[in-house]
């Protein structure tokens, strides 16, 4: 069986290194708050290209504190792409703003930059890009619309940890980012993790607090805050993996390389990228109409694959008063969309083995 991530797999490669550092805590008996989270944040500060990192409890808590430190609330405007995962939509909903969504670009499945401007009003207030499946959502027009209309830039960076455009590396892309180190990402913990990127001193010492009950220092609560924190054996493993990111961000372009040239089957639409440093791929999705049947057909032939997503946020129960509404392209993506498996451990066996079998479906 060729698994669509085999994680067990990733994280053997450093048990070595995360049996020593498990130990370690174990040893100081310091849990929360400590030395660990510390490194981690200046070395992910640093791997972004940022000045500030902070460390929280889940990529959904990163968003939602970025929105809630703007003070971003009632009935704002947030613009977000239609075909997201779940998570960017509620960080917005749940601060009482009101989720904009905009139609992707069926060829990046991300945001398209030409359908913003349209939508911006009185009451916007920011642009949340996601950049889904890893790769960096081309930002230049997006920067004009944020500086013409003094909009704030916020970034999904849950699956992109190490994507770049233009140089820039996600995390440093807007004014302020969440990244998600739930364990199948990029960058992956053992449990749930995430974190807050920013250059801007004030916001971070504002998400710092409320993260924290609102607390400024200790017993002194200047927002009412939540509790929202990155443990120190999280902060732990990740300082462990972050140190091979680069290396397994390049074998996942190896990988996708060899796809994108050696898969030849004329009903699989194949993934495209715009620039190789813009692509992590944390996700290899194809299109095809005939998604049920190709599925199965690789399942009989021992390959797992999934689908990100099944059904867009606007057609969930969760978001019934947008059930009736129209996002054609999103629709079309959710509909066609299939995720073959990829990642820094596959072998080349194994990626040849999924090619061959998808050139011969008929
Ligand atoms: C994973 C993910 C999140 C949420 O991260 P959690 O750590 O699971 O809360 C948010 N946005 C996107 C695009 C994601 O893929």
Not at 175 to 189: E, I, Q, R, V
Not at 209 to 219: E, F, H, L, Q, T
Not at 297 to 315: A, D, F, M, R, S
Request: some cysteine; hydrophobic content about 35%; proline content about 4%.
């Amino acid at each position: 069986m060729i698994k669509f991530l085999d994680l067990e797999k990733i994280n053997n490669r450093f048990r070595e290194e995360i049996d020593s550092e498990l130990k370690e805590i174990l040893d100081s008996g310091w849990y929360l708050q400590g030395k660990k989270n510390q490194k981690f944040a200046e070395n992910f500060a640093e791997f972004c290209g940022v000045k500030h990192c902070l460390g929280v409890a889940n990529g959904l808590d990163a968003l939602n504190l970025i929105i809630k430190a703007y003070g971003f609330s009632n009935g704002d405007e947030i613009i977000v792409p239609a075909n997201t995962y779940i998570a960017s939509i509620l960080a917005i909903s749940q601060n009482g703003c009101t989720p904009i969504l905009v139609e992707p670009d069926i060829k990046t499945y991300n945001i398209n930059p030409d359908l913003i401007e349209e939508k911006i009003t009185e009451r916007t207030k920011a642009i949340m890009v996601v950049h889904l499946y890893g790769q960096a959502v081309q930002m230049k027009k997006i920067w004009e619309l944020a500086k013409k209309y003094n909009l704030k830039i916020i970034e999904d960076s849950a699956q992109a940890h190490g994507s770049v455009y233009d140089g820039i590396k996600t995390g440093a892309l807007g004014d302020a980012s969440g990244f998600s180190f739930y364990p199948g990402k990029n960058l992956g913990c053992m449990g749930d993790g995430g974190c807050v990127t920013t250059n801007d001193d004030e916001l971070f010492e504002k998400i710092k607090a409320i993260a924290n009950y609102g607390s400024d220092r200790k017993y002194h609560h200047i927002y009412k805050g939540v509790n929202s924190r990155l443990d120190e054996i999280q902060a732990a493993v990740l300082n462990v993996k972050l140190k091979y990111l680069d290396k397994d961000n390049a074998r996942r372009r190896e990988i996708s390389k060899y796809y994108r040239e050696n898969i030849k089957n004329r009903i699989i639409i194949l993934p495209e990228t715009y620039d190789e440093s813009a692509h992590v791929w944390h996700v290899f999705a194809v299109r095809t109409p005939e998604r049920d049947r190709f599925q199965k057909y690789l399942e009989e032939n021992n390959i797992q694959t999934i689908i990100h997503y099944p059904t867009p946020p606007h057609k969930q129960g969760a978001y019934q008063e947008w059930n009736n509404l129209s996002y054609p392209i999103s629709e079309e993506i959710h509909r066609t969309v299939i995720s073959l498996p990829i990642s820094p451990v596959m072998t080349d066996d194994e990626v040849e083995r999924v090619t061959e079998v998808i050139n011969e479906y008929r």
